[in-house]
């Protein structure tokens, strides 16, 4: 499986960018693909996934109501629309994959196996 994340860019605080992961080779329902932000000097940390199974979505706290996950089957494309963004939102975001979806574990970033590179959001105030 290899994932490829693209979208990046410099974007104004309040505005908006809709982020892409590819998704190509076997791919099986119980997977779950999530998106991962690495901001400088700081963790890899949660921002959203979808399940293959059923298309569930879950978020962090930090991005509720303003980041919105969701999947193009046909596609095998998972995006990422960020609206109303913050100077704080700035990081290289990536995408991964996990075979198995659990709710106690998707949100930490070893669940996942696969991993795209990742691109950079600066969100300038």
């Known amino acids: 499986v290899q994932l490829q994340a693209s979208g990046g860019g410099l974007v104004q605080a309040g505005g908006s960018r809709l982020l892409s992961c590819v998704v190509s080779?076997?791919?099986?329902?119980?997977?779950?693909v999530a998106w991962f932000r690495q901001a400088p000097g700081k963790e890899r940390e949660f921002v959203a996934a979808?399940?293959?199974?059923?298309?569930?979505?879950y978020y962090a706290d930090s991005v509720k109501g303003r980041f919105t996950v969701s999947r193009d089957a046909n596609k095998n494309t998972v995006y990422l629309q960020m609206n109303s963004l913050k100077p704080e939102d700035t990081a290289v975001y990536s995408c991964?994959?996990?075979?198995?979806?659990?709710?106690?574990?998707?949100?930490?970033?070893?669940?996942?196996?696969?991993w795209g590179q990742g691109t950079l959001v600066t969100v300038s105030s």
């Open positions: 080779g076997t791919t099986y329902s119980s997977n779950v």
């Open positions: 979808i399940t293959w199974r059923n298309n569930a979505e």
């Open positions: 991964g994959l996990a075979p198995f979806f659990e709710r106690t574990t998707y949100s930490h970033k070893d669940t996942y196996s696969y």
